[in-house]
């Protein structure tokens, strides 16, 4: 068991999805934040995480229940992850 299963909210199945795109430490996830994880893992591991997932990164880099992530920051977090997908998008369209 490595360290990300250790964080608060976060386990084996978290560990291994993480791990799969380069994230091993908290530092790892502070650094490229909860959403982008979140993204890269819809996009290079080929699966749709669960809001849950996202709100339980975020946790983990708080040392914060997921759920009381859900309850405070759910809009923003929600705001963010739209807008980081709308901005991917139009760079897609302006590199074809």
């Known amino acids: 068991m490595g360290e990300i299963s250790k964080l608060k909210g976060l386990g084996p199945?978290?560990?291994?999805?993480?791990?799969?795109?380069?994230?091993?430490?908290?530092k790892d996830l502070e650094e490229i934040g909860a959403v982008k994880a979140l993204m890269i893992l819809e996009r290079e591991q080929n699966?749709?995480?669960?809001?849950?997932?996202?709100?339980?990164?975020?946790?983990?880099?708080?040392?914060k229940s997921w759920l009381e992530i859900a309850k405070t920051?759910?809009?923003r977090l929600i705001f963010e992850l739209e807008s980081y997908k709308e901005l991917e998008q139009v760079l897609n369209e302006e590199n074809t």
């Open 73 to 75: 920051e759910k809009e």
């Open 13 to 26: 199945a978290a560990e291994k999805s993480l791990n799969a795109i380069g994230i091993y430490t908290k």
């Open 47 to 63: 699966i749709k995480p669960h809001l849950n997932f996202l709100y339980a990164m975020v946790g983990a880099i708080e040392n």
